[in-house]
């Protein structure tokens, strides 16, 4: 008798501690290593060289990165690595934006990685060790029209 007055508090304490569980775990960050995957310029292999970035990914049939990236908050005027999932790889870099792309493969190890499901976002990364990065803030939509 007082075990089964009990059950309703103890299955209501596991069911809140799995909600919370899965609330930690779908907000914990990941991170980037540069050493095993590839993005690529125009003409180059991308190799990190500053402290933190702000990653965009977007699609350049659908969407211009200048535009973009006026609407995003850079106020330390950090560099942009606007990862292009339709792989345009002509884009030249310009002002603090570095357009770089990858194989289809990596794209979707990103996406899966980061729990995209829509373009364009962006979010703050951050050097941990020598090739690895921190993703250091929250993922964030940007909203394509006003």
């Not at 991170?31 to 590839?38: M, R, V």
């Not at 990653?55 to 690595?81: A, F, G, H, Q």
């Amino acid at each position: 008798m007082r075990f089964s007055s009990l059950l309703p508090f103890f299955a209501t304490l596991l069911l809140a501690a799995w909600f919370f569980y899965f609330q930690w775990s779908s907000t914990k960050f990941r991170t980037i290593d540069f050493q095993k995957i590839a993005f690529y310029g125009k003409d180059y292999i991308f190799s990190p060289i500053d402290e933190e970035y702000i990653m965009v990914l977007y699609n350049s049939k659908s969407s211009d990165i200048i535009s973009l990236t006026r609407k995003i908050p850079n106020e330390t005027n950090l560099k942009i690595i606007a990862i292009d999932f339709y792989q345009n790889r002509d884009n030249d870099a310009i002002d603090n934006i570095i357009p770089l792309s990858a194989g289809m493969d990596t794209l979707l190890q990103l996406s899966n990685k980061f729990k995209i499901t829509k373009l364009p976002v962006y979010f703050k990364i951050k050097r941990e060790s020598v090739n690895e990065f921190i993703q250091d803030s929250k993922i964030i939509n940007i909203k394509l029209h006003n």
